[in-house]
């Protein structure tokens, strides 16, 4: 039960982040400069609509996918894929990752040369789908923070209008752009994070302090920031 209701409220907690979120992209699209108030119900309302919009691209995927799957009888493997979870029942931590990755690995691979080259085609095509999934769920969570609609958000002409406005070789540009300052940042904390581990009982707990409330919501902010700029520029 305490399990239950702890899940409850991280999710609650989660869908008012995103909502912030959501608000610090919309003051950017309007052009203000400022760091927006926090409204719990404004921002939890926010939250719940992106959590809506991605759950209907994640089931686009997902149709896709299983379509894939029963077209080139990709199901057929699964029970080999999944060998190693079940064979395997090892708790993962930093002493042990590189043990219970590699089999894990190993056993994908062994799976993927047993496959048939219509699936290894059908899921490089959903690799690709999933990839310009995600540039419209950047659009649309821009569109969203703009109109507060989850039907604006989802609107093909619209995203498609944008998209087409930005320019799609500046989107990509945005995107790599962002993603090795993100990386560049977690790489940063993650050292930060394994020089407190090495003080005893303390350092640990201070260093996922610091990574929890400092260093993962400068780069939540950062990232809205950076997309209400991106669709600002268009």
Same mark, same amino acid.
Do not use: Q
């Given at each position: 039960?305490?399990?239950?209701?702890?899940?409850?409220?991280?999710l609650l907690?989660?869908?008012?982040?995103?909502?912030y979120g959501i608000?610090?992209?919309?003051?950017?699209?309007?052009?203000s400069?400022?760091?927006?108030?926090?409204?719990?119900?404004?921002?939890?309302?926010?939250? @719940?609509?992106?959590f809506?919009v991605?759950?209907?691209?994640?089931i686009?995927i997902?149709i896709i996918?299983?379509?894939? @799957?029963?077209?080139t009888?990709?199901?057929d493997?699964?029970?080999?894929?999944f060998?190693?979870?079940?064979?395997?029942?090892?708790?993962?931590?930093i002493?042990n990752?590189?043990?219970?990755?590699d089999?894990? *690995?190993?056993?994908?691979?062994?799976? @993927?040369?047993?496959?048939?080259?219509?699936?290894?085609?059908?899921?490089?095509i959903?690799m690709?789908?999933a990839?310009?999934?995600?540039?419209?769920?950047?659009?649309s969570?821009?569109?969203?923070?703009?109109t507060?609609?989850?039907?604006?958000?989802?609107s093909?002409r619209? *995203?498609?209008?944008?998209?087409?406005?930005?320019?799609i070789?500046?989107?990509?540009?945005?995107?790599?752009?962002?993603?090795?300052v993100?990386?560049? @940042?977690?790489l940063?904390?993650?050292?930060?994070?394994?020089?407190?581990?090495?003080?005893?009982?303390?350092?640990a707990?201070?260093?996922?302090?610091?990574?929890?409330?400092i260093?993962?919501p400068?780069?939540?902010l950062?990232?809205?920031?950076?997309?209400?700029l991106?669709?600002?520029?268009?």
């Open positions: 039960a305490l399990e239950f209701i702890t899940g409850i409220f991280m907690i989660s869908f008012t982040v995103e909502g608000s610090v992209i919309k003051n950017t699209i309007e052009g400069n400022t760091i927006p108030d926090f409204d719990w119900d404004r921002n939890f309302t926010s939250g @719940l609509k992106l809506v991605e759950i209907i691209y994640m686009g997902g996918f299983g379509i894939v @799957l029963f077209i009888k990709g199901f493997l699964l029970p080999d894929l060998k190693f979870n079940m064979n395997h029942n090892v708790p993962i931590s002493a990752m590189t043990s219970v990755a089999p894990a *690995i190993n056993t994908t691979i062994t799976v @993927l040369h047993s496959a048939s080259p219509l699936l290894i085609i059908g899921l490089i959903v690709i789908l990839i310009i999934a995600m540039f419209f769920m950047i659009i969570t821009c569109r969203l923070a703009k507060n609609s989850i039907k604006e958000a989802l093909w619209g *995203i498609t209008g944008d998209i087409k406005a930005i320019g070789g500046r989107l990509i540009a945005w995107y790599i752009l962002l993603v090795i993100v990386a560049i @940042l977690v940063i904390a993650t050292i930060i994070l394994f020089a407190f581990a090495l003080i005893p009982v303390v350092g707990i201070i260093g996922a302090i610091i990574f929890a409330f260093f993962s400068f780069i939540a950062l990232s809205a920031r950076a997309m209400g991106l669709y600002a520029s268009a």
